[in-house]
């Protein structure tokens, strides 16, 4: 697929501190995860992303277009910002609707958008009330909302999860699950793992101004070879399965712990996956989880900026 988003040796600086550098990148219709710690520059980059910086080297690309100085793409463009600015004395459905207006709509097109935004986010039954008067949970789906509501080809979303109850989150990682469906083109932003892992296996990694890695999160980790995997299992018999396990040249340490759990690291997890079955059947085993604690973006992001 052509990618949608293009940087090309994107820099960004304030003074002397440096927000972004030389970041290449191509985003492809789907949900990509954007993940890094606070101050890795996600925000920095979301921002030239959708015009509202102008880089200091390089350049942005948004379907094929320049995006800086360019109006005609915001059309096309869903942004939810990291930190709200709301008009606070007006209610969530005036402020969506004055949006709506802003894209060019219609005073009753606009009103039917606002409203079916407002019920994709849960906010119908407080959309009179005054913004000032709502919760942190309520203005976060405020934000998705004003993103979504001109039905946009493109969303960048800063840490759209913040702020969320458990519930809320799970409403909003369904709807941007969704857009995949729709062959839209969604970059999301977090700095904790979970939530992009529950979003997307299509990962960005980026750590002080930089991208260490992207593409497949499994990808990524299985071309870290010097990382042994770590495997956990627990059966009724570990210690028979680590008498076994000790002798075999892709396994470089076992430990069997409490309860049943053996835990193991392994240089070459493909191989110990094919044999385990059969290790499985030749000691008549009862095996009742296996799982591997490492295979997941903590782990990757950890070793990746060398913790």
Same mark, same amino acid.
């Given at each position: 697929?052509?990618?949608?988003?293009?940087?090309? !040796?994107?820099? !960004?600086?304030?003074?002397?501190?440096?927000?972004?550098?030389?970041?290449?990148?191509?985003?492809?219709?789907?949900?990509? %995860?954007?993940?890094?710690?606070?101050?890795?520059?996600?925000?920095?980059?979301? !921002?030239?992303?959708?015009?509202?910086?102008?880089?200091?080297? %390089?350049?942005?690309?948004?379907?094929?277009?320049?995006?800086?100085?360019?109006?005609?793409?915001?059309?096309? &463009?869903?942004?939810?910002?990291?930190?709200?600015?709301? /008009?606070?004395?007006?209610?969530?459905?005036?402020?969506?609707?004055?949006?709506?207006?802003?894209?060019?709509?219609?005073?009753?097109?606009?009103?039917?958008?606002?409203?079916?935004?407002?019920?994709?986010?849960?906010?119908?039954?407080?959309?009179?009330?005054? &913004?000032?008067?709502?919760?942190?949970?309520?203005?976060?789906?405020? !934000?998705?909302?004003?993103?979504?509501?001109?039905?946009?080809?493109?969303?960048?979303?800063?840490?759209?999860?913040? %702020?969320?109850?458990?519930?809320?989150?799970?409403?909003? &990682?369904?709807?941007?699950?969704?857009?995949?469906?729709?062959?839209?083109?969604?970059?999301?932003?977090?700095?904790?793992?979970? @939530?992009? @892992?529950?979003?997307?296996?299509?990962?960005?990694?980026?750590?002080?101004?930089?991208?260490?890695?992207?593409?497949?999160?499994?990808?990524?980790?299985?071309? &870290?070879?010097?990382?042994?995997?770590?495997?956990?299992?627990?059966?009724?018999?570990?210690?028979?399965?680590?008498?076994?396990?000790?002798?075999?040249? /892709?396994?470089?340490?076992?430990?069997?712990?409490?309860?049943?759990?053996?835990?193991? @690291?392994?240089?070459?997890?493909?191989?110990?996956?094919?044999? *385990?079955?059969?290790?499985?059947?030749?000691?008549?085993? $009862?095996? @009742? $989880?296996?799982?591997?604690?490492?295979?997941? *973006?903590?782990?990757?992001?950890? /070793?990746?900026?060398?913790?």
């Amino acid at each position: 697929m052509t990618p949608v988003l293009q940087t090309f !040796k994107l820099s !960004k600086w304030y003074g002397n501190i440096l927000g972004l550098s030389e970041v290449s990148l191509e985003v492809r219709p789907g949900v990509t %995860g954007l993940l890094g710690p606070n101050g890795a520059g996600k925000s920095t980059l979301m !921002k030239l992303l959708t015009g509202q910086l102008k880089p200091s080297l %390089g350049r942005v690309r948004v379907s094929g277009q320049s995006v800086w100085n360019n109006p005609g793409l915001f059309r096309k &463009i869903g942004y939810c910002p990291e930190h709200d600015s709301f /008009y606070e004395d007006t209610t969530g459905r005036q402020f969506l609707w004055g949006l709506m207006r802003l894209h060019g709509f219609t005073a009753a097109e606009s009103a039917r958008r606002t409203e079916a935004a407002l019920a994709l986010v849960d906010l119908v039954e407080d959309k009179d009330r005054l &913004i000032r008067g709502y919760s942190r949970g309520m203005r976060q789906r405020l !934000k998705v909302a004003q993103a979504l509501g001109h039905d946009p080809d493109i969303l960048i979303l800063d840490e759209p999860l913040s %702020g969320l109850d458990p519930l809320g989150k799970r409403k909003i &990682i369904g709807l941007i699950k969704n857009f995949r469906a729709g062959n839209k083109t969604v970059l999301v932003s977090s700095h904790v793992l979970p @939530e992009v @892992e529950a979003l997307t296996r299509d990962i960005v990694l980026i750590h002080q101004g930089k991208i260490l890695a992207a593409g497949d999160i499994h990808g990524i980790r299985d071309l &870290i070879d010097a990382h042994p995997h770590v495997v956990a299992l627990k059966c009724d018999r570990p210690r028979d399965l680590a008498a076994r396990l000790v002798r075999e040249p /892709y396994v470089l340490k076992v430990q069997v712990g409490a309860e049943g759990l053996l835990t193991l @690291e392994t240089g070459n997890r493909d191989v110990f996956f094919g044999r *385990l079955p059969s290790l499985i059947v030749e000691l008549d085993l $009862e095996v @009742e $989880e296996i799982s591997s604690p490492d295979d997941n *973006l903590q782990a990757v992001f950890d /070793y990746l900026v060398g913790r």
